[in-house]
């Protein structure tokens, strides 16, 4: 099969808020932002780095899923308890410093693991990601 990703959902408590933190705090660009005629945002924005994958900031609801489904991980988002995955950077120290000054929340600090160096933080929207510089041999 010869096919590549280009959209990854990533669920939000709040649209408004990811945009705020997404576009204008971590400098993601804005693909699509249009409401659909059932009501529902298509919100899709893609990394500076990897402008070739969009994320598509989704609030968890219905016809996307059962209400009650809805819930579970709308329940999940609210306990900032959603892990959304691992940014790659090239100085974990740098990329921490300067997301700290843009006001992310970070759970932790720039520590060396055996993996690379790693430090974890908030998006404010529900979920955690960590940002970890990994180690060259």
Not at 54 to 79: N, Q, T, W
Not at 106 to 123: C, H, N, S
Request: glycine content about 6%; charged content about 30%; some cysteine.
């Amino acid at each position: 099969m010869n096919a590549s990703i280009s959209h990854v959902n990533l669920f939000v408590r709040d649209q408004k808020k990811a945009y705020e933190v997404y576009v204008n705090k971590l400098g993601f660009k804005v693909n699509t932002d249009v409401t659909m005629e059932n009501g529902m945002r298509w919100l899709t924005v893609s990394p500076p780095a990897n402008p070739e994958i969009e994320l598509l900031l989704a609030e968890p609801c219905s016809p996307m899923m059962k209400d009650d489904v809805a819930g579970h991980i709308k329940a999940v988002l609210d306990a900032d308890s959603m892990p959304g995955g691992v940014w790659n950077t090239d100085d974990c120290e740098k990329a921490y410093e300067e997301m700290k000054r843009k006001g992310i929340e970070f759970l932790k600090k720039p520590t060396k693991e055996f993996y690379g160096i790693e430090a974890v933080f908030r998006d404010g929207c529900g979920n955690w990601f960590s940002l970890t510089q990994r180690v060259r041999e």
